[in-house]
T-cell receptor, first 114, second 112 residues
Framework: AQSVTQPDIHITVSEGASLELRCNYSYGATPYLFWYVQSPGQGLQLLLKYFSGDTLVQGIKGFEAEFKRSQSSFNLRKPSVHWSDAAEYFCAVGGRPGNNDMRFGAGTRLTVKP | NAGVTQTPKFQVLKTGQSMTLQCAQDMNHNSMYWYRQDPGMGLRLIYYSASEGTTDKGEVPNGYNVSRLNKREFSLRLESAAPSQTSVYFC???????????FGDGTRLSIL
């Protein structure tokens, strides 16, 4: 069965610093991978997705993620964090044809220091 | 511009009461999902429906039932609520297989 691990429960970075959020997955085939962001009291908003092709994908709000098959990872990055990026971030895997099951990681909460 | 609509937004129940959470999407999506979100656990899939007329269990289906009433609506029912079901519940929908899920704003459910 597919699964997702986000090793960092909580990360604090200073505004303007770079950010990397880690995501490792377990899946029997080439996965569909997603990063979502959730602000307090809100639903989840898609940041970016990987289905195939270029392993470096660009998303909204200046985020990018790199798919590394050899490491079973899909880490999220941003070169310069803004205070408004403070939120919870979720990595997800699944949803390929014939398999509508989607699994999410436990989330990483990002705090941004002024 | 509604997307995925969940009702109610908040609810308090007593142990043993029953309740149905409603979800509707206006994007003509085939697949719909119910998740619960608990601190430190992320989102866990309760049930999903790949298409109208089909439903499948996810990770944590015990204590829940679902109905895919039509293509637009996917409801989640708690027959006999328990305190362990206190959570935030999210409904999501997805169109084609190469598309991401769209989420509702959640239902905050407390069971006393």
């Amino acid at each position: 069965a597919q699964s997702v691990t986000q090793p960092d429960i909580h990360i604090t970075v200073s505004e303007g610093a770079s950010l990397e959020l880690r995501c490792n997955y377990s899946y029997g085939a080439t996965p569909y991978l997603f990063w979502y962001v959730q602000s307090p009291g809100q639903g989840l908003q898609l940041l970016l997705k990987y289905f195939s092709g270029d392993t470096l994908v660009q998303g909204i709000k200046g985020f990018e993620a790199e798919f590394k098959r050899s490491q079973s990872s899909f880490n999220l990055r941003k070169p310069s964090v803004h205070w408004s990026d403070a939120a919870e971030y979720f990595c997800a895997v699944g949803g390929r044809p014939g398999n509508n099951d989607m699994r999410f990681g436990a989330g990483t909460r990002l705090t941004v220091k002024p | 511009n509604a997307g995925v609509t969940q009702t109610p937004k908040f609810q308090v129940l007593k142990t043993g009461q029953s309740m149905t959470l409603q979800c509707a999407q206006d994007m003509n999506h085939n697949s719909m999902y119910w998740y619960r979100q608990d601190p430190g656990m992320g989102l866990r899939l309760i049930y999903y429906s790949a298409s109208e007329g089909t439903t499948d269990k996810g990770e944590v289906p015990n204590g829940y039932n679902v109905s895919r009433l039509n293509k637009r609506e996917f409801s989640l029912r708690l027959e006999s609520a328990a305190p362990s079901q206190t959570s935030v519940y999210f409904c999501a929908s997805r169109g084609q297989v190469n598309q991401p899920q769209h989420f509702g704003d959640g239902t905050r459910l407390s069971i006393l």
